[in-house]
């Protein structure tokens, strides 16, 4: 019968070059599971969190701002009507929205909408759908937020939209026969803006 012996110990040097990599990588892989909440460390930042700045909730991941003159501070836009927010349409400069960089959270909020007049006759294939778009007057409250703190950054503007014409074109949602169509005065939202976002 043959017994094994006790192992033979062995020394095992490690190498000192490996460790300020080793520090690295748990650093890196600490930041990730954190969730981006610093944003030196590559936080990450969704539509929800920049649209919830909107209510009043923070988005900590978001960098700070400092209002300096020749830098552009990037900017999301929401629509809506307190607390139910969508996503600003009319077009921004493309410079102003940069996703990861997002310093700044635009809340515009209608506060009065007047119903001026409906637009009907649309067709499919030559036939009648009984579509129709209900074409509002609208004024909105535009209020800029830092989004890391979710504090004000400057007043609210008022900002009063003037419907446009009927679309003789026009795209309707699954069975929605009447949709509400509120005018956005883009330019006078982009000239509010400026001074906060491109000083």
């Known amino acids: 019968m043959i017994e094994q012996g006790p192992a033979a110990k062995k020394n095992i040097r490690f190498p000192l070059w490996l460790i300020p990599i080793l520090v690295a990588v748990a650093f890196v892989a600490y930041n990730t599971i954190k969730g981006g909440t610093d944003k030196a460390a590559g936080g990450y930042v969704s539509d929800a969190d920049l649209r919830a700045v909107c209510q009043g909730i923070a988005s900590s991941a978001s960098p700070r701002y400092v209002n300096s003159a020749g830098v552009v501070h990037p900017i999301k836009m929401f629509v809506g009507v ?34 001026v007049t409906t637009c009907d006759g649309y067709e499919n294939d030559g036939k009648p759908t009984g579509n129709k778009i209900e074409m509002f007057d609208a004024v909105y409250n535009l209020r800029v937020i830092e989004a ?52």
Request: overall charge negative; some cysteine.
């Open 148 to 199: 890391f703190s979710a504090k004000p950054v400057g007043d609210p503007i008022r900002i009063a939209s003037p419907s446009g014409r009927c679309s003789l074109v026009a795209s309707f949602d699954g069975e929605d026969v009447t949709k509400q169509d509120y005018a956005i005065d883009s330019p006078a939202m982009i000239a509010a803006l400026k001074r906060f976002v491109q000083p």
């Open 82 to 115: 307190p607390p139910q927010y969508d996503i600003y349409g009319p077009q921004l400069p493309s410079a102003w929205e940069q996703m990861r960089d997002v310093q700044l959270v635009g809340c515009a909020d209608r506060i009065e909408a007047t119903l």
